[in-house]
């Protein structure tokens, strides 16, 4: 945990967020990235990289900065294709693995993992959607370490599912015009993938690339949480991709996992959020803490109520994770074997695990500052960061709608809708 670092920054090289340095478009990879072997090493890989993100968290809250060389590093450590099929040379690993994996790095710095959400779940629709000449190409990009950034939600439309975005399609080509709003990783990406609708209401999935002429990524994002994710906007005019670049999705007009996989990325984000809160509070009530006057203790971890509150924050978590696992476990089955039923019960799962998580990262983050102490709310420390951190993240969809889709479907046999908010 530590304090905060006063060292110089050269914000040339660490641009920040919502600002007007300039960012530099990141070259591709010139070596294609790390191939995971299997489940044990991507583990492996991500509490490796979690020691190196933790270290600098703290400071890129505070000043903003966007996390230009580690996510470099994090590309090319193999952890972006963890979901590509084996068929097509990934290590397709259990989605109970990728879940854990995403937490461990949430653990170290949320705002990192967030920016592999998309990249992540734009693998899984490949999979789902994409024609054989399709998956080739963009399972080998990801392969190849190229970042996939998102353009897809829009700020104006009236619902998070209706896009104002056009897509026509004109010869060989098509043409994409619209605007975007909460694009995490657009701006350090390779590729932009946008979604649009054509004349008929067809969705799809254009990937354009970053320095695609029409296509322009602002620097926008002001939130006081998630801060570094630079998930700010898009404006796409008169974009011209390939046709054998737009991906035709179909994944949510029958059952399949392509909900439950967007769903559990969010959802082991926080609970990597509230694993690296816990650890924080019981790293600073060991080290800087005093008991208090009433307990009669002389030391802070002594305090019964302290002993006994993170106890219960230890059970939360556990029993959160416990969930995380079971809905990856479950997203796999569906997979493999894709049903009404399968697929319904992977969202439900998954949707048991979001409510679990949410609730851990929130409390975990109020009750950081009552256990540790007024000292603990000092800036030097940055652990505020964790608490706007999961305000931020836990927005992302309504968890009131889990509690929700899971009572109907145990009570009523009532299937969940889907979409990728659920």
């Known amino acids: 945990m530590g304090t905060i670092s006063e060292t110089k920054i050269d914000y040339t090289i660490h641009p920040r967020v919502n600002s007007t340095d300039p960012v530099t478009l990141r070259p591709r990879p010139s070596v294609p990235a790390r191939v995971v072997r299997d489940d044990a090493e991507a583990i492996e890989i991500a509490e490796r990289l979690a020691e190196k993100f933790k270290a600098g ?3 890129r809250d505070r000043e903003g900065l966007l996390p230009v060389s580690e996510l470099d590093d994090y590309s090319q450590s193999g952890l972006w294709s963890l979901n590509v099929p084996k068929a097509y040379g990934g290590p397709e690993v259990s989605y109970a693995t990728l879940a854990k994996v995403i937490a461990i790095i949430a653990a170290a710095d949320p705002a990192i993992a967030q920016t592999t959400q998309n990249h992540l779940a734009i693998i899984a629709t490949v999979d789902l959607d994409g024609t ?26 009236k619902t998070v599912a209706d896009f104002e975005t056009r897509v026509v399609h004109d010869g060989d080509d098509v043409i994409v015009n619209g605007e975007k709003f909460y694009t995490t990783g657009a701006l350090l990406a390779h590729i932009v993938p946008i979604v649009g609708v054509d004349e008929t209401g067809q969705g799809y999935l254009v990937f354009a690339d970053r320095e695609a002429p029409g296509l322009t990524v602002t620097n926008n994002w002001s939130s006081f949480g998630q801060r570094t994710t630079a998930s700010g906007s898009v404006k796409i005019e008169n974009v011209r991709v390939p046709t054998a670049r737009a991906l035709k999705v179909t994944s949510f007009d029958h059952p399949t996992v392509g909900g439950p996989v967007s769903q559990i990325i969010q959802s082991a984000i926080d609970a990597g959020i509230a694993r690296g809160t816990i650890d924080d509070t019981i790293t600073f009530i060991n080290t800087y803490s005093r008991p208090w006057i009433d307990s009669g203790k002389q030391k802070a971890n002594e305090d019964l109520f302290t002993i006994a509150a993170i106890g219960d924050l230890k059970i939360k978590l556990h ?26 019960e992977a969202t439900i799962k998954t949707g048991e695990s979001k ?28 652990l505020d960061r964790h608490w706007r951190n999961a305000r931020v993240h836990t927005l992302h969809d309504p968890v009131r709608w889990k509690f929700y889709h899971v009572g109907n479907y145990y009570l009523n046999g009532a299937h969940p809708p889907r979409h990728a908010w659920n």
Do not use: C, M, P
């Open 319 to 344: 029993a959160a994770e416990a969930l995380l696992e079971i809905a990856g476990r479950s997203i796999d089955s569906a997979r493999a074997n894709s049903t009404l039923e399968t697929v319904s």
């Open 57 to 59: 968290a703290a400071l």
């Open 355 to 382: 409510v679990l998580t949410t609730e851990i990262a929130i409390l975990s983050t109020n009750k950081l500052f009552e256990l540790a102490g007024t000292r603990s709310t000092l800036a030097e420390h940055g």
């Open 132 to 157: 054989e000449e399709q998956k080739k190409l963009f399972f080998g990009w990801a392969l190849q370490g190229l970042r996939y950034g998102n353009a897809f939600s829009e700020l104006k439309s």
